[in-house]
T-cell receptor
Framework: GDSVTQMEGPVTLSEEAFLTINCTYT??????LFWYVQYPGEGLQLLLK?????DKGSNKGFEATYRKETTSFHLEKGSVQVSDSAVYFC?????????????FGQGTILTVHP | GAVVSQHPSRVICKSGTSVKIECRSL??????MFWYRQFPKQSLMLMAT?????????EQGVEKDKFLINHASLTLSTLTVTSAHPEDSSFYIC????????????????FGPGTRLTVT
């Protein structure tokens, strides 16, 4: 079945540091890929997405590129802020009849210190 | 933006009782809603897919008679945990998939803030 593997956390960085959270996936066909963020006490929010190979999703300074050859969708940000502290989930959804059913990675806790 | 609410946000109940959790899309219509369960420090596990006006589709290993799902309208789905036991204690999250054109997106999923269930 489909699966998503994220780098294990927690990740602790100083403000303005470079962030990378690795995500690899296993899926049949051509899935769409997502990064969701969950701030403390809130629901998941879509951070960015990519729907086909070589697409780059970006939002709020975060970027991720859909790499079909390495089955990866790593999340990056050049300069993190304290307000980026949250849990980040990589996810995929397959096409066809299962469209919309999200398969999540285990989540990575990010803490950014001033 | 599209908002999904859940009620209650937190509930404590005694073992053997039933608990109903509501999931509402506040400013868009959703023919499909999803129910997830999240264990501490773990990922979200899809429990079931709820389609308006039809029976829910449950994931393998999820007891449909224990987790009753009703999706009576385009803006409301409910999850009822029947005869709850301490092992049902968890964080339950719903998401609603928008109908293209009603929220500016195409089949976007929007998540509720979750419901913390504690069974004593």
């Amino acid at each position: 079945g489909d699966s998503v593997t994220q780098m294990e956390g927690p990740v602790t960085l100083s403000e303005e540091a470079f962030l990378t959270i690795n995500c690899t996936y296993t899926a049949t066909g051509y899935p769409s890929l997502f990064w969701y963020v969950q701030y403390p006490g809130e629901g998941l929010q879509l951070l960015l997405k990519a729907t086909k190979a070589d697409d780059k999703g970006s939002n709020k300074g975060f970027e991720a590129t859909y790499r079909k050859e390495t089955t990866s969708f790593h999340l990056e940000k050049g300069s993190v802020q304290v307000s980026d502290s949250a849990v980040y989930f990589c996810a995929l959804t397959a096409g066809g009849t299962s469209y919309g059913k999200l398969t999540f990675g285990q989540g990575t806790i990010l803490t950014v210190h001033p | 933006g599209a908002v999904v609410s859940q009620h209650p946000s937190r509930v404590i109940c005694k073992s053997g009782t039933s608990v109903k959790i509501e999931c509402r899309s506040l400013d868009f219509q959703a023919t499909t809603m999803f129910w997830y369960r999240q264990f501490p420090k773990q990922s979200l596990m899809l429990m079931a897919t709820s389609n308006e006006g039809s029976k829910a589709t449950y994931e393998q290993g999820v007891e449909k008679d224990k987790f009753l799902i009703n999706h009576a309208s385009l803006t409301l789905s409910t999850l009822t945990v029947t005869s709850a036991h301490p092992e049902d204690s968890s964080f339950y999250i719903c998401s609603a998939r928008s109908i293209p054109g009603t929220s500016g997106g195409s089949y976007e999923q929007y998540f509720g803030p979750g419901t913390r269930l504690t069974v004593t």
